[in-house]
């Protein structure tokens, strides 16, 4: 593992960490969601079957999940060009694309994406979750899971050379099922081979990444590498937070631009405003937490670029920071959010 330590791998190859400026550590830009599709309100199928104007963008906001065609990011190749021409822009560095194997990840063109735009781009190893695992996978033993992790992140994934710079999004629901829990054992596994950065996707229930750490330390993980995705949905209540946080994991808050009254994954979820997302981010770092948080848009729906009225993914570097450094966090504080904390957290041991 000689050649990847103190580097960074992109789809592009191995950079240094220095190199990477601002980054979000959580977007996808090639893949699908028809796996999380939810049936449309009574009344509101015609809407949904043609949903892309302007008439019905608020519709679209707050059922994004409930038009297919609104799934298919990998259908606006030229439109993700334009939009990280204009995150570089804006100022940002690097996207982690955490997309994985069984939402139809798409290495040559991120890899293409990552040369037209000058934007390091670096993509995810590994399986998303339990519904999306094909029979065979669920079938492999955590030796032969392991092994083709290593594999794509060594060698190449889905019969390219691009390599894997990160294990994740690695998707777990709630109850975590046991193929999850062969994949979570696996992703311990090669990243203790590797030394390299994880990212999780936990179940949609406050008890979920406690778990999920739980897991990967009994399996020989290195949670100080590991990354908790969308805690922003997730762990609502402070202390809760703060017993979550004492773990060591990274925290990461990646759904800034997403607003909605009924979140259809979990009702019982009042998903917060992104003001409320700042908040916590100030009293994270209020609570010694700087060198932990982590920020991102986790854009994969079409409604959330710009062709179509959403945020973008410079949202955060134009409207989030602004509102971050008028409550309470520095801009050396800001500054480690967006650039040191990516950069300690992809960087290989």
């Not at 977007?27 to 939810?38: D, K």
């Not at 800034?256 to 992104?274: A, C, H, I, Q, R």
Request: with cysteine.
């Amino acid at each position: 593992m000689s050649k990847l330590s103190g580097k960074v791998q992109t789809v592009l190859g191995l950079v240094d960490p220095d190199q990477l400026g601002r980054t979000m550590t959580h977007e996808h830009l090639v893949m699908s969601f028809e796996c999380s599709y939810t049936t449309p309100p009574p009344g509101d199928e015609a809407v949904a079957e043609n949903p892309f104007q302007m008439q019905h963008m608020h519709w679209l906001r707050q059922h994004p999940y409930s038009c297919r065609e609104n799934l298919f990011l990998s259908q606006e190749l030229s439109a993700l060009r334009d939009e990280l021409l204009a995150y570089r822009k804006a100022g940002g560095g690097t996207i982690v694309e955490n997309t994985t194997m069984g939402i139809d990840r798409d290495l040559p063109a991120l890899r293409q994406l990552a040369k037209d735009t000058g934007v390091h781009i670096i993509a995810g190893a590994g399986y998303y979750i339990d519904c999306t695992h094909t029979e065979a996978t669920k079938k492999m033993s955590v030796e032969k899971l392991t092994d083709n992790i290593v594999s794509e992140v060594l060698h190449g994934a889905d019969g390219t050379d691009v390599r894997c710079g990160v294990i994740g999004e690695i998707g777990t629901g709630w109850p975590i099922t046991e193929s999850e829990k062969k994949v979570l054992r696996a992703t311990a596994h090669a990243q203790s081979q590797l030394g390299c950065p994880v990212i999780i996707h936990p179940g949609r229930d406050p008890a979920a990444p406690v778990e999920v750490v739980r897991i990967l330390q009994e399996a020989g993980g290195d949670i100080s590498k590991t990354v908790m995705s969308h805690l922003d949905r997730t762990i609502f209540d402070e202390g809760e937070l703060l017993e979550f946080a004492n773990m060591g994991s990274y925290l990461e808050y990646d759904l800034f631009g997403t607003e909605m009254l009924n979140y259809p994954f979990n009702l019982k979820v009042d998903m917060p405003s992104d003001s409320q997302r700042v908040r916590t981010l100030a009293f994270l770092v209020k609570e010694g937490y700087e060198d932990k948080v982590l920020v991102a848009h986790d854009i994969h729906t079409k409604n959330r670029l710009t062709k179509f009225g959403g945020h973008g993914y410079s949202h955060i570097l134009k409207n989030i920071v602004p509102k971050m450094l008028t409550r309470g966090i520095t801009q050396h504080q800001v500054d480690k959010i967006l650039i040191d904390n990516p950069k300690r957290w992809l960087t290989f041991k």
